[in-house]
C-alpha cells in the first residue's frame, strides 16, 4: 500500500482497539486506515461505508466471509489478524504491505521487464490459487490491488471484494471494468477462470503500461472485452501466448492456473500441459485418479495450508521470488513421472559418507532424482543402517540409506497430494514409517517391505499437517494434527482411535510432538494462531496452554531434556521467524527466543553433539539456512548451514558412524546431510 494522507476532521480516530493514523485509500465500498494495534504494530483497518453497514444481510456476509478470508495463505495476501464491529461500523484489520500498488509503480517507473516481470506473474498466479483454495473467487483482480512489498508483491482486497456481492460499478457490475472477463458482462457468476482472465489483463498492463482493452468511456470498454482481440502490443513474445490464451472469451477455454505456472516455469509450450480446464467452483469433488488435476478446490472445510500446504509460501527478501507450486498438483509436472514409476538414475550416483567431515560440512553430495519436492523428514535405523524417511510433494514416501542416499525401496505410494510429515516408529519389532499428507489420512507402512499396514486412517477433516509416533500404555501409535483444529491419537496396529480428539478449538494444528512429563506421554501441539498446548496423551487431559506463543503461526515442533527438564521447542510462522523453548509441564517460557532466521522455521529436530551438549537444529524456509543452536544458551554453533538456491522444509537429526549429523530438505528435491562432529566452532 502507498503511503497514508491526513485523516479529515470526519475521519474517526479509533477503531475497536485500534488508533488510526491516515487514509490509505477511498473506494466504492469502503475506507481502509493505517492503523496501530494496541502493540505498536502497524496494521491496515478497512471499514464499510455506513450505508452497507446499516444492511443486516451485508453486516451478516461480511463477518462470514472474514472467517473464510483468515484461511487465505499469508505468504500471499495481507493476512487478516483481526475483524469486528465497533460503533456500528464493520471493520477487517491486516497486516500493513508498505509498498505501491502495480498500477502505481507502472505509472511512475514505467512497464515491469525482464526477470521482474517473470517473478510478478508467478507470484501473483501462486497468490490467486491459493485465495481459490480457500473458497474465494478474488473478482477485483487488478493492478490496483497487487501490492509490490518490499518481500514481493501481496494480494488484496479479496476479502472485502467477497463480502461486497452487491457493490457495484455504474454498469450494474462487480470488480473493476478493464479487468472483467465476458461471462460477468453477460450475468454468469465469476469463477476461477475470471480470476485468470483478469490475472492476464494485469499482466498486459504490467508489462506494456497499457490496458488490454481500452476505451474513451466504461461502455467502450465493456464492448472491447466483449468483441474485440486483446492489445497484446509491447508484450514480450515469451509471455504473449500465455496472456493471449488467459484472455480468451471462453472462459473454458483459458487455461488453468495449474497451466499458466507450469508454462512459465518450466519453459514448455503452453499447448503441450495438457490439461486445460480452469477449477470448479468450491466444493466440486475431484475427478477419479490419484491425482486431481490442476486448479480443482478441496471439499468444504478442507482449508488449504498456508504453506505448500503450503503451496503454499512466502517470497525471498528484497523481492526475490520464489517458485512455489503453492496446492497446485502439478504432481506429474514436478516429479517428473506418476506416483510408483521406475526410479531414473540418471541425475543421481549415490556415494558414501564421508566419515570425520568437519563441522557445517557436507558429508557427501546430495542424491537428486527421486522426489522432485521434498516436504518431511524423519532418521530410523533398517537392518542396523541408519535410514531416512522423506515425504514428497508428489504424494509419495521413500526410504533411502542416509550414508548414499540410495533408495530401498520404489516409493511408497497411496496419499493422494502432498505428504506433510512423516515419522518413524516401531509396530509388534518391525520399523515402520507414519505419513500424514493433504488427503486427510494416516497412513502406516512397513519399512522392510515397503507394504502399508492396515487401512489409512482417516479421522481429520481436512488436511493433516503433522505426525509423531508415540506409546500410550504400552501400544504404539500415532499423533496426528490437522486443519480441523484437533489432535488425534490412533493405534499404529489396528488403526483404531484411542481416546477424543483434543485441541485447542481455534485453529489449524500445524505440528505436533510426542515427549514425556513425570512419566506421563505428553503431546505438544501448536496452532495456526501462535497457540501452543501441552497435553496428557493417555488421558487427552490438557496440561499447560501457551497463547500468543508466537506472533505467527507454530510452524514446527519438538521435545527434548534441558538440564533433566522436558522441554518443548517451537519454530514460529510468518510474522515471528524465531526458535522458542518451553517448559513441557508447565508452558513456561525458558530462557529468550532464538533470532537469526529470515524466514519460517519451518523444520525443527532435536539431539545433542558429541560432547553431551542438547542442541536444536532449524531450517529457515526461505532464508535458505539450517542453523545449529545451543539448546541451553540459545546461542548459535558456527554459522548457519547455506542451502544455495533452494527453499528449506524439513530437517531432522541421526548418526553416521556413530557421529551426529543434521539433514535436511526441500523444494530442489536433494536430501542433505551436514555434519556436527568436532572440533566445534568457538562461540
Known amino acids: ?42 496494521v491496515a483497518v478497512k471499514t464499510l461505508h455506513a450505508r452497507m453497514a446499516s444492511e443486516p444481510e451485508a453486516l451478516d456476509r461480511f463477518l462470514r466471509e472474514t472467517e473464510i478470508a483468515r484461511s487465505v495463505a499469508a505468504f500471499c495476501t495481507a493476512r487478516v489478524v483481526d475483524a469486528g464491529i465497533a460503533d456500528r461500523t464493520p471493520y477487517l484489520v491486516s497486516e500493513y504491505v508498505q509498498g505501491p500498488s502495480l498500477d502505481e509503480l507502472v505509472t511512475r517507473e514505467g512497464p515491469r521487464t525482464g526477470g521482474g516481470l517473470d517473478r510478478l506473474a508467478i507470484t501473483t498466479l501462486v497468490a490467486l490459487d491459493a485465495i481459490h483454495r480457500a473458497g474465494i473467487v478474488h ?34 457490475l462487480i470488480g473493476t471494468p478493464a479487468y472483467l472477463a465476458p461471462e460477468q458482462l453477460n450475468g454468469e457468476p465469476a469463477g476461477a477462470a475470471s480470476d485468470v482472465f483478469a490475472w492476464a489483463a ?20 465493456l464492448n472491447a472485452i466483449m468483441t474485440r ?72 472445510g ?12 512466502a517470497f525471498a527478501a528484497a523481492g526475490v521470488v520464489l517458485l512455489i507450486p503453492a496446492a497446485l498438483w502439478l504432481a506429474s509436472a514436478l516429479a517428473g513421472g506418476l506416483p510408483g514409476a521406475t526410479l531414473s538414475t540418471a541425475d543421481a550416483t549415490p556415494k558414501p559418507a564421508t566419515t570425520g567431515a568437519p563441522f557445517g560440512a557436507l558429508v557427501r553430495e546430495p542424491v537428486n532424482g527421486w522426489q522432485a519436492w521434498v516436504l518431511s523428514l524423519a532418521v530410523g535405523q533398517w537392518d542396523g543402517r541408519p535410514v531416512v524417511a522423506s515425504g514428497g510433494y508428489d504424494g509419495t514416501v521413500l526410504i533411502s540409506d542416509l550414508a548414499t542416499g540410495a533408495p530401498l525401496h520404489s516409493p511408497f505410494t497411496g496419499h493422494q497430494g502432498p505428504v506433510w510429515s512423516v515419522a518413524t516408529g516401531q509396530v509388534n519389532g518391525r520399523p515402520v514409517v507414519v505419513s500424514g499428507g493433504r488427503d486427510g489420512t494416516v497412513r502406516v507402512w512397513d519399512q522392510t517391505t515397503g507394504e502399508p499396514i492396515g487401512r489409512p486412517f482417516q479421522g481429520h477433516r481436512g488436511s493433516v499437517e503433522s505426525v509423531a509416533v508415540g506409546q500410550v500404555n504400552g501400544r504404539a501409535v500415532a499423533v496426528s494434527g490437522g486443519l480441523d483444529g484437533t489432535v488425534q491419537v490412533s ?44 497435553t496428557d496423551l493417555a488421558t487427552g487431559t490438557p496440561m499447560a496452554r501457551r497463547a500468543n506463543a508466537h506472533e505467527g503461526p507454530v510452524e514446527s515442533a519438538t521435545v527434548a531434556r534441558l538440564g533433566g527438564r522436558p522441554v518443548a521447542i517451537s519454530g514460529g510462522g510468518n510474522g515471528d521467524h524465531t526458535v ?41 524456509y526461505n532464508d535458505q539456512t539450517v542453523r545449529v543452536w545451543d539448546l541451553a544458551t540459545g546461542k548459535p554453533i558456527g554459522e548457519p548451514l547455506t542451502v544455495q538456491g533452494g527453499l528449506i522444509e524439513t530437517v531432522a537429526i541421526g548418526h553416521l558412524d556413530g557421529r551426529p549429523v543434521a539433514v535436511s530438505g526441500g523444494d530442489d528435491g536433494k536430501v542433505r546431510v551436514w555434519s556436527l562432529s568436532s572440533p566445534y566452532p568457538s562461540p
Open 202 to 221: 494485469t499482466m498486459v498492463y504490467a508489462a506494456t503500461g497499457h490496458r488490454a482493452f481500452s476505451g474513451a468511456v466504461t461502455a467502450g470498454v
Open 302 to 313: 478442507n482449508a488449504p495450508r498456508r504453506r505448500p500446504s503450503g503451496l503454499r509460501k
Open 491 to 534: 493405534d499404529l496396529a489396528t488403526g483404531d482411535r484411542v481416546g477424543d480428539p483434543v485441541g485447542t478449538g481455534r485453529g489449524w494444528v500445524l505440528s505436533v510432538a510426542v515427549g514425556e512429563v513425570n512419566g506421563r506421554p505428553t503431546v505438544v501441539s501448536g496452532d495456526v494462531d501462535g497457540t501452543i498446548l501441552m
Open 229 to 300: 482481440e486483446p492489445d497484446l502490443s509491447g508484450v514480450p513474445d515469451r509471455l504473449r501466448p500465455l496472456l493471449a490464451a488467459g484472455l480468451a472469451k471462453d472462459p473454458a477455454s483459458r487455461p488453468s492456473i495449474g497451466d499458466l505456472f507450469t508454462a512459465l516455469t518450466h519453459e514448455t509450450p503452453l499447448q503441450d500441459t495438457g490439461y486445460r480446464r480452469s477449477a470448479p467452483p468450491p466444493g466440486n469433488t475431484p475427478p477419479p485418479g490419484n491425482t486431481p488435476p490442476p486448479g480443482n478446490a478441496p471439499p468444504p
Open 1 to 42: 500500500m502507498s503511503g497514508p494522507r491526513p485523516l479529515a476532521e470526519n475521519d474517526p480516530r479509533q477503531i475497536g482497539d485500534y488508533r488510526l493514523i491516515g487514509v490509505l485509500g477511498v473506494g466504492g465500498q469502503g475506507v481502509v486506515y493505517l492503523g496501530q494495534a494496541p502493540s505498536g504494530r502497524r
Open 580 to 620: 522458542r523453548v518451553w517448559d513441557l509441564a508447565t508452558g513456561e517460557p525458558i530462557g529468550r527466543p532464538f533470532r537469526g532466521h529470515r524466514s519460517w522455521a519451518l523444520g525443527l529436530a532435536a539431539g545433542q553433539l558429541d560432547d553431551g551438549r542438547p542442541i536444536v537444529v532449524s531450517g529457515g
Open 139 to 172: 473478482r477485483d483482480f487488478k493492478p490496483g490491488n497487487v501490492i509490490m512489498g518490499q518481500e514481493g508483491p501481496v494480494v488484496i482486497d479479496f476479502g472485502i471484494a467477497r463480502v461486497l456481492d452487491h457493490s457495484t460499478t455504474g454498469s450494474g
